[in-house]
């Protein structure tokens, strides 16, 4: 039987204190929401962006834009794959795709985020997840008690009430990072990362971001149930 958690809220709170439960206890990132993908609401996301995590519902339409994506890069992801260290792991856990996207940001982003905790789910993945395939790193994932536990607390955070653990969800975390002079989008429903395009420097990644998600949200006009927050540096 597939394992299940209760789903995570989009909220920059819970997402925050998740991440000093998971072993980041003076974090020196935080994330933050993002009102808008016009270029004067951008101005307002703190620099430099490390991350984005969009929350979208899933349809047929973007699924089927993302499959066709994949297929065309095949070839391009998996030479950029092999070539660069980006911490890229499946999703083996039912509604675990919240704690999925912050992973994606946070594990690509260790130089930033701060000191980690000795025997922390976040060292344990530095330690034994860095360099193994994406479905070994789902397998430490979903075998680590202390990671179980942290997910269950920030279940429990946030406004809303949570649904049962039976419901079927049909909203989805992604996450996109920039490595190696590229946007690229973690989602551990997919066979591998998609490649945004080229960013030179962080206000490219931005802008690519808002275009990839604005991509996304173009194929589901009428849903208002899209979120986007950003990991960001935390102002000195």
């Known amino acids: 039987m597939t394992k299940k958690w209760l789903p995570i809220e989009s909220n920059p709170d819970v997402l925050n204190a998740y991440l000093r439960n998971?072993?980041?206890?003076?974090?020196?990132?935080?994330?933050?929401?993002?009102?808008?993908?016009?270029?004067?609401?951008?101005?307002?996301?703190?620099?430099?962006?490390?991350?984005?995590?969009?929350?979208?519902?899933?349809?047929?339409?973007?699924?089927?834009?993302?499959?066709?994506?994949?297929?065309?890069?095949a070839a391009e992801i998996k030479a950029f794959m092999a070539e660069n260290d980006v911490f890229f792991s499946k999703q083996t856990v039912e509604n675990a795709c919240g704690t999925m996207a912050l992973l994606h940001a946070v594990m690509n982003n260790l130089d930033a985020v701060g000191d980690v905790r000795k025997?922390?789910?976040?060292?344990?993945?530095?330690?034994?997840?860095?360099?193994?395939?994406?479905?070994?790193?789902?397998?430490?994932?979903?075998?680590?008690?202390?990671?179980?536990?942290?997910?269950?607390?920030?279940?429990?955070?946030?406004?809303t009430t949570n649904?049962?653990?039976?419901?079927?969800?049909?909203?989805?975390?992604?996450?996109f990072v920039h490595t190696k002079n590229q946007c690229v989008e973690l989602d551990g429903r997919k066979q591998s990362p998609l490649l945004h395009g080229v960013c030179m420097d962080n206000e490219q990644f931005v802008s690519v971001t808002a275009e990839a998600i604005q991509a996304k949200i173009s194929l589901n006009k009428e849903s208002f149930r899209f979120n986007i927050i950003a990991l960001v540096d935390k102002s000195s």
């Open 163 to 175: 649904q049962p653990l039976n419901a079927n969800i049909d909203l989805h975390f992604t996450c």
């Open 22 to 73: 998971l072993g980041v206890p003076i974090p020196k990132v935080e994330f933050c929401d993002v009102y808008g993908l016009d270029p004067t609401l951008l101005l307002f996301v703190p620099r430099p962006v490390r991350a984005m995590i969009l929350l979208y519902p899933i349809t047929p339409e973007i699924d089927a834009a993302d499959a066709k994506t994949g297929e065309m890069q």
């Open 119 to 159: 025997d922390s789910p976040i060292d344990f993945l530095k330690r034994e997840g860095l360099h193994v395939n994406p479905e070994e790193r789902a397998l430490l994932i979903e075998s680590d008690p202390n990671l179980d536990e942290a997910h269950m607390g920030a279940s429990a955070e946030g406004v």
